[in-house]
Nanobody, 129 residues
Framework: QVQLVESGGGLVQPGGSLRLSCAASGFTWEHNGIGWFRQAPGKEREGVSAIDSDGSTYYTNSVKGRFTISRDNAKNTVYLQMNSLKSEDTAVYYC???????????????????????WGHGTQVTVSS
């Protein structure tokens, strides 16, 4: 089965941490770029972080110094370690890749030199006291 599945979301207090995971199955993305996006209610989707095929990383300014993206190609998984979480980080977080395996989503997004065309269904992150 071809799929892209996010996990690790949940409810956390301000200042807390979460680690999100995105696992690909049915295809391999060793040579692909992978990114994390988020969308809060009533707001536009926003690029959060990305890692390309050679390991270069990218972050939106609001998360620099707090979030870290990494990949484990052996596990076909990408991670987003989120520290010092703030209420404004509350959103549904999606992972995406330039691999066309899930192109049927119809969403295409070009950011940090990567054309994201395959998307997961998201995991909810809520930061609240």
């Amino acid at each position: 089965q071809v799929q892209l599945v996010e996990s690790g979301g949940g409810l956390v207090q301000p200042g807390g941490s979460l680690r999100l995971s995105c696992a690909a199955s049915g295809f391999t993305w060793e040579h692909n770029g992978i990114g994390w996006f988020r969308q809060a209610p009533g707001k536009e989707r926003e690029g959060v972080s990305a890692i390309d095929s050679d390991g270069s990383t990218y972050y939106t300014n609001s998360v620099k110094g707090r979030f870290t993206i990494s990949r484990d190609n052996a596990k076909n998984t990408v991670y987003l370690q989120m520290n010092s979480l703030k209420s404004e980080d509350t959103a549904v977080y999606y992972c995406a890749t330039d691999h066309p395996a899930l192109l049927g989503s119809g969403i295409s997004w070009y950011l940090w030199g990567i054309a994201f065309v395959s998307w997961g269904h998201g995991t909810q992150v809520t930061v609240s006291s």
